[in-house]
């Protein structure tokens, strides 16, 4: 195959490009095929909502496309993806210092703007529990890991290090605007088919719903970009899908308008100063070993 005998950037942006229209067209068939003609409140309630019937049927398939496309074929690993073990428990830590932030900003205007801050009904409901773990699945394991892989550890990093070893464009900045830019904006129309044809969109509404899942990559890309970890993407972009607030709000502001600040917020004040720690450790480190060889 040709494909393989590219440069390995090449031959993974090549891959990244069949992989979304393969993901666009089973979109398609599912929504107009499959979903309309199966009930899945029955499946849905026989696993007491804890398996999910689009995270069998959608989700682990393109996932295990997607490691045959990239693992097998990309020759790329866990570690160019950015997810190091190392990784995972600062990203977790990270992702719930963001999640816990956002949940006290909404209790204080509550108690600001009302007396007592009202928690949603479901956090008191012990019968609600499978129902979360299962929207944890399907959404931390399922959309948001694919998603991930495709557009930000694969996609845009790929054409980043392509722009980088042709020389194309002037400089680091532009190549990182321009690799952003294409990227995001492939994620943002590879959402309308489904979303069209599922009824969430209308024609006329097509158009404008590019703009919030361009905007959501756009940091999503720079937020890989900044830290070169999958999992915290994979947790911003999970707490942004599914509902886990405490407390109701009636204060104008977003959870995902919340999660963008608190992240510039943390990233500059702990996660980057962990870092540097970190990087400062393994220095001294590597400096003790070379003087006792010497």
């Not at 998603?147 to 532009?174: G, H, P, T, W």
């Amino acid at each position: 195959m040709k494909i393989l005998e590219r440069s390995e950037e090449e031959r993974n942006i090549l891959l990244s490009l069949i992989l979304i229209l393969v993901n666009i067209v089973y979109a398609l068939i599912l929504y107009s095929l499959i979903y309309p003609n199966i009930n899945t409140d029955n499946f849905h309630q026989t696993t007491y909502y804890l398996i999910r019937f689009d995270f069998l049927i959608a989700f682990i398939p393109l996932n295990a496309i997607s490691f045959i496309f990239f693992f097998k074929l990309g020759k790329l690993n866990f570690s160019k993806l950015g997810l190091n073990k190392k990784g995972f428990f600062r990203a977790f830590i990270f992702i719930l210092i963001i999640w816990w932030s956002t949940q006290l900003f909404y209790c204080y205007t509550n108690l600001i703007m009302r007396e007592n801050p009202m928690t949603k009904s479901y956090w008191t409901n012990i019968l609600a529990l499978p129902y979360f773990l299962g929207e944890f699945i399907v959404e931390f394991l399922g959309n948001s890991l694919f998603e991930e892989v495709l557009y930000r550890a694969v996609l845009f990093s790929q054409l980043l290090i392509y722009f980088k070893k042709k020389k194309k464009f002037s400089d680091e900045e532009n190549r990182l605007i321009i690799a952003i830019i294409i990227s995001q904006l492939l994620f943002a129309i590879a959402h309308i088919p489904n979303r069209f044809i599922s009824g969430y969109y209308t024609l006329d509404e097509a158009i404008i719903g590019i703009i919030s899942p361009f905007a959501f990559g756009v940091f999503i890309a720079y937020v890989y970009y900044l830290t070169n970890n999958l999992y915290i993407c994979i947790g911003l972009h999970g707490l942004g899908n599914i509902e886990i607030s405490i407390f109701s709000t009636i204060f104008p502001p977003t959870q995902w308008f919340l999660y963008v600040i608190f992240f510039f917020v943390f990233f500059s004040t702990i996660y980057k100063q962990n870092t540097i720690k970190k990087d400062i450790k393994d220095i001294m480190n590597n400096k003790k070993e070379i003087i006792n060889i010497s």
